[in-house]
Nanobody, 117 residues
Framework: VQLQASGGGSVQPGGSLRLSCAAT????????IGWFRQAPGKEREGVSC????????FYADSVRGRFTISRDEATNAVYLQMNSLKPEDTAVYYC???????????WGQGTQVTVSS
């Protein structure tokens, strides 16, 4: 499995960004795919993910209502629409795919999101 993330950048507070993650080589049919982030000096934290089977979603409390995750089933791509961005959203965002039978956990390269005035 390979994950290619894109879409990071710099925005002012209140702005929006859309992250994309293209997943290739996926053979599992039951997995969670989504995003983690890591800010300087902090641990990596889960932001949002979506289940490949039933489309159920998870959002961290800090982003719920502002971020929306979506998935293209045909291409296994996943998107994170980030609205009303705050300076505390500044971090490196990582795409992650976790096979729910425990057989694999994959990471993409990070993409930097900076929210600053």
């Amino acid at each position: 499995v390979q994950l290619q993330a894109s879409g990071g950048g710099s925005v002012q507070p209140g702005g929006s960004l859309r992250l994309s993650c293209a997943a290739t080589g996926v053979t599992a049919d039951n997995y969670a795919i989504g995003w983690f982030r890591q800010a300087p000096g902090k641990e990596r934290e889960g932001v949002s993910c979506i289940n490949s089977r039933d489309g159920s979603t998870f959002y961290a409390d800090s982003v719920r209502g502002r971020f929306t995750i979506s998935r293209d089933e045909a291409t296994n791509a996943v998107y994170l629409q980030m609205n009303s961005l705050k300076p505390e959203d500044t971090a490196v965002y990582y795409c992650n795919l976790r096979e729910l039978d425990g057989s694999g956990n994959y990471w993409g390269q990070g993409t930097q999101v900076t929210v600053s005035s």
